[in-house]
């Protein structure tokens, strides 16, 4: 079993930062990307940022510039620090990971349960 837990959501006002953090657990051989997508309330599941085995780092249009997201050097913990938040930010943020599986060598693609991130004054 693969499973990543996510911490760190919270309220926040307009302007100020915040800083997640994901770490995965369990029978991994690999780690391919992890990284966070968010849904908002009414709205689609989008990509916010995610990282891979080489550092290489994918964000959505609008959270260019804005935040940034990295990966400690043992690489099963990504962060992802969110800074000039905007009230239109606020969502829940889910971990997601792609994993090869010790033993079996398959790949998996594990979500977390979310965070709930709200900007508001």
């Known amino acids: 079993q693969v499973q990543v837990v996510e911490s760190g959501g919270g309220l926040v006002e307009p302007g100020g930062s915040l800083r997640l953090s994901c770490t995965a657990s369990?029978?991994?051989?690999?780690?391919?990307?992890m990284g966070w997508y968010r849904q908002a309330p009414g709205k689609e599941r989008e990509l916010v940022a995610t990282i891979d085995s080489g550092d290489n780092t994918n964000y959505g249009d609008s959270m260019k510039g804005r935040f940034a997201v990295s990966r400690d050097n043992a690489g099963n913990t990504v962060y992802l620090e969110m800074n000039s938040l905007k009230p239109e930010d606020t969502a829940v943020y889910y971990c997601?990971?792609?994993?090869?599986?010790?033993?079996?060598?398959?790949?998996?693609?594990?979500w977390g349960q979310g965070t709930l991130v709200t900007v508001s004054s």
């Open positions: 369990g029978s991994i051989s690999r780690i391919n990307v």
């Open positions: 997601y990971g792609n994993f090869v599986q010790r033993l079996s060598f398959r790949t998996r693609e594990v």
